[in-house]
């Protein structure tokens, strides 16, 4: 996890693309706290309303209802805030599996997958089917395919380390290279919905059942 000095020493593709070590465990949070969350927030508002390019510094400042010295003292410049934002949409995605994974019914696969799918739905695309904000920062920012490299990876990470097993005690898994198996589906599932937006989610629930050979039956 980096610390807050770690921010500002990277560019918004660096960002996109860096790698961090595995999630501990499931109540684990990266988000930043105190004065440099509520910093990461108020530029998160306003990178979504009024543009990375129209939000200044002193604006997000303003926002956040501090001083740009503070700013500056904890992101180091505003592709340290950049960063922050960028983390904070990887820990987005990767909550929702938490989410997801707290709310499952034992024995349900079925359900469990359904659920899955309208989580992966409403993480990027709003009731209506429209791309959610994050997704205009991400392609101003023209980090948009280095996000989706890091966001796969590190859901892939949260999947394998902790929820697999989780599975693995009540089903056989039938697939070998259970994490490249997770980055090819979900990795897949973006580009798809990409392609075809319209997809049904029986659809998308289908193709994760064959790709990953789930165990759709009740557990004995």
């Known amino acids: 996890m980096a610390t807050i000095r ?12 860096r790698t961090r070590p595995h999630r501990a465990s499931l109540t684990e949070t990266r988000r930043l706290t105190g004065t440099p969350g509520v910093i990461a927030a108020a530029a998160r508002k306003l990178f979504e309303r009024d543009g990375v390019r129209g939000s200044t510094v002193t604006a997000i400042a303003r926002e956040a209802n501090v001083t740009r010295e503070l700013v500056y003292y904890h992101f180091g410049n505003k592709n340290g805030v950049i ?35 309208m989580a992966f739905r409403y993480a990027l695309y709003d009731a209506k089917g429209d791309p959610r904000p994050i997704i205009g920062v991400l392609e101003e920012l023209g980090v ?4 989706d ?6 859901a892939a990470d949260c999947l394998n380390d902790h929820i697999a097993a989780q ?54």
């Open 83 to 117: 960063e922050a934002v960028i983390d904070d949409y990887v820990e987005d995605l990767v909550e929702s599996i938490i989410a997801w994974n707290e709310g499952r019914v034992f024995g349900d696969t079925a359900g469990s997958l359904r659920k899955c799918i």
């Open 6 to 17: 770690d921010y500002g020493e990277r560019t918004p593709l660096e960002a996109a693309s």
């Open 167 to 220: 599975y693995a005690a009540h089903h056989q898994i039938e697939i070998e290279l259970v994490h490249e198996m997770f980055c090819v589906t979900i990795f897949g599932l973006v580009g798809l919905v990409k392609m075809k937006p319209t997809i049904s989610d029986e659809d998308l629930m289908k193709v994760v059942e064959q790709t990953l050979r789930l165990d759709m039956s009740e557990p004995s």
């Open 144 to 147: 948009r395919d280095a996000f």
């Open 149 to 154: 490299v890091r966001a796969t990876r590190e």
